[in-house]
């Protein structure tokens, strides 16, 4: 079983930064991607940032110049540094990971159970 737990998010105030974790564990043979959603209120899910191994980079275009993604794939563990923060970031963001779990399996999606990021003076 693989399970993703992110951590970090928060409440900060505008201009501010947060740094988000997600940690991949269980049974993992190789991961091929790993990033982040969110999903504002009656919004539908967004794309964030992905990460693919030996890829590269993918950001939304409204967090482009503000996000870096990055990878410490020796621990499977992606991180979001989230800088000059706007209320419309204010969401729940998730980790996604597109790994198998066996040599010569398909690639499965899994998701953390998301975090609550909240930018507000």
């Known amino acids: 079983q693989v399970q993703l737990v992110e951590s970090g998010g928060g409440s900060v105030q505008p201009g501010g930064s947060l740094r988000l974790s997600c940690a991949a564990s269980?049974?993992?043979?190789?991961?091929?991607?790993m990033g982040w959603y969110r999903q504002a209120p009656g919004k539908q899910r967004e794309l964030v940032a992905i990460?693919?191994?030996?890829?590269?980079?993918n950001y939304g275009d409204s967090v482009k110049g503000r996000f870096t993604i990055s990878r410490d794939n020796a621990k499977n563990t992606a991180y979001l540094q989230m800088n000059s923060l706007k209320p419309e970031d204010t969401a729940v963001y998730y980790c996604?990971?597109?790994?198998?779990?066996?040599?010569?399996?398909?690639?499965?999606?899994?998701w953390g159970q998301g975090t609550q990021v909240t930018v507000s003076s």
């Open positions: 996604y990971a597109d790994l198998t779990i066996n040599r010569g399996t398909i690639p499965y999606d899994y």
């Open positions: 269980g049974s993992i043979f190789s991961i091929w991607s």
């Open positions: 990460m693919p191994t030996g890829g590269s980079t």
